[in-house]
């Protein structure tokens, strides 16, 4: 068992910047991909980010250029470093992680923590 705990999420201005980590624990040497996932209200669950243990990383078009996905695997940890936000970013973002490079569903969730974008 994985376990994940994000943090970093809050309140922000359009424009403004948030850094969102996510540390794991457990089996965590079992770890490939990791990444995030968010979801805003009344809206499906989409994929942000993700990034493999040899840092190929993959981004949704929706983010590109503005969000940047990082990871330390001495600390076990992933980074979200979100520039640039827009009010539609406004939604509670996931970690994830799985044993597989490229999963087509992670096997490992994180509570969530919210990020809001005031206009």
């Known amino acids: 068992q994985v376990q994940l705990v994000e943090s970093g999420g809050g309140l922000v201005q359009a424009g403004g910047s948030l850094r969102l980590s996510c540390a794991a624990s457990?089996?965590?040497?079992?770890?490939?991909?990791m990444g995030w996932y968010r979801q805003a209200p009344g809206k499906q669950r989409e994929l942000v980010a993700t990034?493999?243990?040899?840092?190929?990383?993959n981004y949704a078009d929706s983010v590109k250029g503005r969000f940047t996905i990082s990871r330390d695997n001495v600390k076990n940890t992933v980074y979200l470093q979100m520039n640039s936000l827009k009010p539609e970013d406004t939604a509670v973002y996931y970690c994830?992680?799985?044993?597989?490079?490229?999963?087509?569903?992670?096997?490992?969730w994180g509570q969530g923590t919210q990020v809001t974008v005031s206009a």
């Open positions: 990034i493999t243990r040899n840092r190929f990383t």
């Open positions: 994830v992680a799985d044993t597989a490079p490229q999963p087509t569903t992670y096997a490992s």
């Open positions: 457990g089996r965590w040497l079992s770890i490939n991909a």
